[in-house]
Each structure stands twice: as C-alpha cells, then as structure tokens.
C-alpha cells in the first residue's frame, strides 16, 4: 500500500477482553515495529520484526502482550485479559532497511473501561 | 523511560518567526530523525541525520547532527499556522533498531 495502514483506527473494551490490533506496513518493507504513545509524550518502543522473525520484543510490559508477523508482512498485537492501564494509542511503523527511517501509521486508539 | 530530553515543551509563536528546538541525550545516537504529528495522525518524518556534524535543510527546515552525537537541533524558519503542531526528535543506536523518542515540542503559531 502507499502507506502504514492500522486497524481498528479505534477499540474500545472491558477489562479482562483480550484485543488484537493489526498492522499493514509498505509493501516491500522488511522491519516492522510496534509503539504505544500515551497522551502528551512520544512513542515508546514496544517490539520490532525483520521478516517474521521477532528480533526485540523487550519493550512489551508483560507477558500479556504478545505480536507476531507470521508471513513477514502483516503483523498483530495481542493483548489478553485489558487492564485499564493498557489505554493509549498504539503505533505501528515500518522501513525498508534495518535501521533506516521508519514510516508510522495513524495508530489504534485502546481504550479500557 | 525515554531517554532525549526535548526542548522547549512548547511554544507560542508569531507567524513569520523563526523556531529552534532541540533534543541531548546521555547516550550517544547513530542516527537523528525528527518528526512532525498533527492531532489525530500519526509522525510523519520531516528529516533524517546520519552523520556527526551534518547540516540537512528541507524546506523552512534545518537540522542539524551534533558533533558529540549527543544532541541535534531543528529550526523552523518564516513559521506559518499550518507548521502547528508536535515535534518529535527520535534517535536510533547500536543497541537495537528501535528509535527513543525524545517527549516533543507542541508548536502554536498565531497568525
């Protein structure tokens, strides 16, 4: 596609429903990451892919979170049993070479009541 | 926690002036970037540095890749009402390919 596209653009949920958020990165790319940016600050880093192939996921909070990019391309995060904590937006980004610039998408709003 | 300390957290300009804004870090980066966010949107990168010392100017907009590695700078020159907006400075170093994000600049210009 011409850009990162991410679905759902907005999730709202009850605490304890597990969430999945996918990623659709430029075609082509091969490193995938995962952000969450709280209001107010910039993105922190979540986990990032070359190919499929999970290369860092020390920034995922706890064993709740979880991604994967089975074919390479599309990605999800999945994050069981919502706490309230977990709201944020939550960023995707990709770029065509290992530590190149990366291209965000427009992000998945969480929100957990 | 992040890392990059961002400055000034914001600023309320005259239209036509001139912005300046910049980012230090304990750490050495490899790389500086910085970004622009409109509410509602995810960054959209205005800049790429790669080299210590590099001057890159796109458009109104000039940064620049400190000589110690540790600290970048971006101005903005003649700001007019659509440069509103977030500025983020982000860095990538040897440790990972992930980029630090420094805690942004919220611009307003008035016209």
């Known amino acids: 596609g011409a850009g990162v596209s991410q679905s759902p653009r907005y999730k709202v949920t009850k605490r304890g429903q597990d969430v999945a958020l996918r990623c659709d990165p430029i075609?082509?790319?091969?490193?995938l990451y995962w952000y969450r940016q709280a209001l107010g600050q910039g993105p922190e880093f979540l986990t990032y892919f070359n190919y499929e192939a999970q290369q860092d996921k020390s920034g995922l909070p706890n064993d709740r979170f979880s991604a994967e990019r089975p074919e390479g391309s599309i990605s999800t995060l999945t994050i069981q049993r919502t706490e309230q904590r977990d709201s944020a937006m939550y960023r995707c980004?990709?770029?065509?070479?290992?530590?190149?610039?990366?291209?965000f998408g427009p992000g998945t709003r969480l929100t957990v009541l | 926690g992040q890392q990059l300390n961002q400055s000034p957290q914001s600023m309320f300009i005259q239209e036509g002036e001139d912005v300046s804004m910049n980012c230090t870090s304990s750490s050495i980066f490899n790389t500086w970037l910085w970004y622009k966010q409109d509410p509602g949107e995810g960054p959209v990168l205005l800049i790429a540095?790669?080299?210590?010392?590099e001057l890159t100017s796109n458009g109104r907009l000039t940064a620049q890749f400190g000589i110690t590695r540790k600290d970048s700078f971006l101005n903005i020159s003649a700001s007019i009402p659509s440069d509103v907006g977030i500025y983020f400075c982000a860095g990538h170093n040897n440790a990972g390919n992930m980029l630090t994000f420094g805690g942004g600049t919220r611009l307003m210009v008035k016209p």
């Open positions: 540095l790669y080299k210590a010392g």
């Open positions: 075609s082509g790319h091969v490193s």
């Open positions: 980004a990709s770029s065509s070479q290992l530590g190149n610039e990366q291209f």
